[in-house]
Structures are given as C-alpha cells and as structure tokens.
C-alpha cells in the first residue's frame, strides 16, 4: 500500500477482544496478555485432567520467559525473528508476538 493512501478501517486488539477473537486470560494478573480462540480453547479442554487455570498459567509463564529472554538477546546485539515460536504446549506450536497494549499475544501459526 502507497503511504499516501488513506486507511479506510482497521482492527484493533480491542475490536478482537470485543468479538471473541481474543481473550484477556487473566486480566488482573497480565493485564497486557492476550490469547486466541484456539489457544483458549486448548486451555478449556478437559480431556486433560487439569483445570483451565493448570493449562492456562503454565503456558502464559513459558511465553513471558521466551519473551523476557527475546528481549536480553536484542539488548545485547542479538537478532530476534517474530513471531517467538513455542512447541510443545498444551495448545500445541503457539507463536508469541507483541501486541498494541505493550505485551504479548498468543496463537495458533493457523491464526495468522
């Protein structure tokens, strides 16, 4: 798209939240964190024994820690490729990437 070209509508995180795209896992704990549908629901599974909470926390620090260590490599001269890439997880492969709100957002690659 040319610069001079006028936006004509975009999507927020906040748009994403206010449909059900995205949810705010734990808001009062991470109130920057974001997760998607398919992640939420990977969470919400109870074919696993575990609560949502027992799914859920584990995830979110893993994705903060890959996240935290991203950031001391590009401080010190490291290069960084985004979106962070965990496998794995309770929702399977999981990309992290930074969102609007200063933190992070976690999906699916399929949700791209």
């Known amino acids: 798209m040319s610069e001079d ?3 004509i509508s975009s999507y927020s ?3 994403a939240v206010a449909d059900g795209v995205l949810f705010h896992p734990c808001p009062k704990r991470w109130p920057w964190l974001l997760i998607s549908i398919k992640v939420n629901a990977a969470c919400s599974k109870k ?8 799914c859920l926390t584990p995830l979110c620090m893993d994705a903060i820690l890959a996240a935290k260590a991203a950031q001391t490599k590009a401080k010190r001269g490291g290069k960084v490729s985004l979106p962070l890439v965990l496998n794995n997880t309770i929702a399977g492969t999981v990309w992290i990437s930074p969102n609007s709100k200063g ?10």
């Open 47 to 54: 074919d696993s024994g575990r609560t949502y909470e027992q």
């Open 13 to 15: 995180e906040d748009d």
């Open 103 to 112: 933190g992070l957002t976690i999906y699916q690659p399929e949700e791209n």
């Open 5 to 7: 070209m006028p936006i």
